[in-house]
């Protein structure tokens, strides 16, 4: 199975990755765009947000919760490279 990743910020850029996908390594090997430095939890620079099927991803991590409040979780942030994309998304940053 896979899932349609858009990276709204890259000129709506459309991809296809498999499902479980780790949504930093996508944006990494199809050009997607989210910036990074680490790439590990640690830095933070990989703060994306998810405009569209939030629920497509995989539980919040302890890392994330490091850098992104309560209220950007509300809102749809994530640490790309902590997050798994089980569903069609559509992401910005």
Do not use: Y
């Not at 910020?9 to 991809?15: A, G, H, M, R, T």
């Not at 309560?70 to 910005?92: H, N, P, Y």
Request: with cysteine; net charge positive; aromatic share 6%.
């Amino acid at each position: 199975m896979t899932v349609n990743i858009t990276f709204i910020s890259n000129d709506n850029k459309l991809v296809s990755a498999p499902d479980n996908s780790n949504l930093l390594r996508v944006s990494l090997r199809e050009k997607g765009g989210i910036p990074f430095k680490c790439g590990g939890g640690l830095c933070g620079t990989c703060k994306c947000r998810i405009e569209q099927g939030l629920d497509n991803t995989d539980e919040v991590k302890a890392k994330e919760r490091k850098h992104l409040s309560d209220e950007d979780l509300a809102a749809g942030f994530r640490m790309a490279c902590q997050t798994f994309v089980k569903g069609d998304i559509a992401v910005s940053w």
